[in-house]
């Protein structure tokens, strides 16, 4: 029986193709999973639920950690309470975005060669850690949020996310084909970015112009790279292996990244409206409004007309 480090350095030594089959059992549970639906209730298992609540718990703290020392110059409401929210998020994505950019440079034969087969169980706390971060931001949305459409979307967004993490975590499957779709989180960073500096009016200060600049391109840049064709490879890539998985993966990868489009596409519509690269536009903000992932100033309605007005010259997303 061939070791792990054998088993890499004969990989490696093979060509690879930015579209192949991945028959690379070898590199993973050779138990022909991926031939059966999953068995969900392997989620379960000690080695998976433990890290996952404790995760959860993490992100929560951290959230009290980001709320105790940062933005503590500005009033409490719902202004603060977004700030608070979006730099966790921005750590997260940070975090998690630049783990799977990195291993996309890094290790590249492996994810495109091998993004169905390749299993090893560090390799999934990163995605245990994201799961961890979606429960909690799930779980703050319900606590701290309206119920409007944005914030059902929002739940969507998390729980679709979820349960598409968790069949790699379930199958022992498909561990590199979700770092794939999470390489979103690049995009992220930049999002996140670009909500702080119009919650706290950076973005309206002249010292911060440029940099208020490089964040709105380099946004709609990895918005483009990380997410519309990110999401495009994986489809194709689907369908060139559809022979070599059961039809439940294929019709999860399709689904979710159908779904996943219209709610990037709707936000992308959003950005490029907001920050005037559409100029003249005939849809209206109603329209628009109905779209977006998060409608700040709508949420804002709270806080005052003065805040809503002064937001609609500013819009933002979240």
């Known amino acids: 029986m061939q070791l792990w480090g054998e088993l890499l350095d004969d990989f490696y030594s093979r060509s690879w193709r930015f579209l192949q089959v991945d028959n690379n059992t070898d590199l993973g549970d050779a138990d022909g999973a991926e031939l059966a639906p999953p068995a969900m209730l392997q989620l379960l298992r000690v ?3 433990v890290p996952v609540l404790c995760y959860s718990v993490f992100w929560y703290t951290l959230n009290g950690i980001v709320d105790a020392n940062f933005w503590t110059n500005m009033p409490e409401g719902i202004k603060r309470k977004r700030l608070v929210n979006v730099t966790t998020s921005l750590i997260h994505s940070s975090v998690s975005g630049f783990y799977f950019l990195i291993f996309l440079l890094r290790f590249p034969s492996l994810m495109f060669a091998a ?4 299993y090893g169980y560090l390799d999934t706390h990163i995605l245990m850690v994201t799961i961890g971060y979606f429960i909690y931001d799930a779980i703050d949305l319900l606590i701290n949020d309206k119920l409007s459409i944005q914030t059902g979307v929002l739940l969507f967004h998390h729980i679709a996310a979820v349960l598409f993490i968790s069949i790699a ?8 084909f979700a770092y794939w779709a999470l390489l979103m989180e690049v995009s992220s960073v930049f999002l996140h970015l670009r909500s702080i500096f119009h919650f706290s009016k950076m973005s309206t200060n002249p010292r911060y112009s440029e940099v208020t600049k ?3 391109i380099g946004n709609l840049v990895c918005f483009i790279a990380f ?14 292996n559809r022979h070599n998985m059961h039809t439940f993966y294929l019709v999860m990868a399709i ?11 709707s936000l992308f519509l959003r950005i ?3 920050d005037g690269f559409m ?3 005939k849809v209206s903000r109603k329209q628009l409004d109905a779209l977006l992932e998060d409608n700040e100033y709508t949420a804002l309605d709270q806080e005052g007309a003065d805040d809503i007005e002064e937001l609609k010259k500013d819009p933002e997303i979240a």
């Not at 993004?115 to 390749?118: A, T, V």
């Not at 975590?169 to 590199?176: D, E, G, P, Q, R």
Request: proline letters at 2%; a positive charge; aromatic letters at 16%.
């Open 115 to 118: 993004p169905m087969n390749y």
């Open 169 to 176: 975590l379930a199958s022992h499957k498909f561990v590199l």
């Open 279 to 281: 100029g003249s536009t």
């Open 227 to 240: 997410r519309f064709s990110v999401q495009a490879w994986m489809v194709i890539w689907a369908i060139v």
């Open 255 to 265: 689904v979710a990244m159908s779904a996943f489009f219209l709610i990037n596409m």
């Open 47 to 49: 080695d998976i639920l």
């Open 272 to 274: 490029l409206y907001s």
């Open 214 to 216: 490089l964040v709105l």
